[in-house]
């Protein structure tokens, strides 16, 4: 029951940044339109970025490999560079740093989407929690792109996280480069 009231105060309290974040995203995704950048079993990705979440900015790495026709697993590192101190006290290396291993549906053939274009929901497991991602691609080469994602925990192995349990345990946002490897 915990869970499910630190969910929704936790969405109440993001509700307008994640209104705006939606609307990007929405816009992002549909303002361009027609089959898809991945390439299923092998194709590999990698993404570097800017990740934002409350009380703290930082950068993200991802990779994905292509396990069938739109299937991918993959790795994610995230470590917060600028973070507030909470009562006088600065975070810990392993308060900043997070690491999960991801599986993402690639799914934007299935709506015929364009094909500089990729578009993942997933799910990921950490060192913080196990959470979701949803996130999209768009390519302006074979090589490179921009894409922008968001993830969220699902299950936080702390029920009541505190201080500097929050962060890489919250929603976040992303925002960066992506290129085919």
Do not use: W
């Amino acid at each position: 029951m915990e869970e499910i009231n630190l969910y929704f105060y936790l969405c109440i309290n993001n509700e307008n940044k994640m209104k705006k974040i939606t609307v990007l995203l929405v816009f992002f995704i549909f303002g361009i339109t027609n089959a898809q950048v991945f390439s299923g079993k092998g194709d590999k990705k990698f993404q570097v970025g800017a990740n934002f979440q409350e009380n703290g900015t930082g950068i993200i790495a991802t990779f994905d490999s292509g396990l069938g026709k739109n299937m991918s697993f993959g790795f994610t590192t995230l470590y917060l560079l600028g973070i507030e101190e909470v009562l006088g006290e600065k975070p810990n290396f392993d308060d900043r740093f997070d690491i999960r291993a991801r599986f993402s549906a690639n799914i934007a053939d299935i709506f015929n989407i364009e094909e500089k274009i990729d578009i993942y929901p997933g799910l990921n497991i950490g060192i913080k929690n196990f959470g979701g991602h949803f996130g999209a691609r768009y390519f302006f080469s074979e090589g490179f792109g921009i894409y922008s994602e968001i993830q969220f925990p699902i299950a936080q192995y702390d029920n009541d996280p505190v201080g500097f349990e929050k962060y890489n345990n919250q929603f976040n946002f992303s925002i960066g480069t992506s290129f085919n490897l």
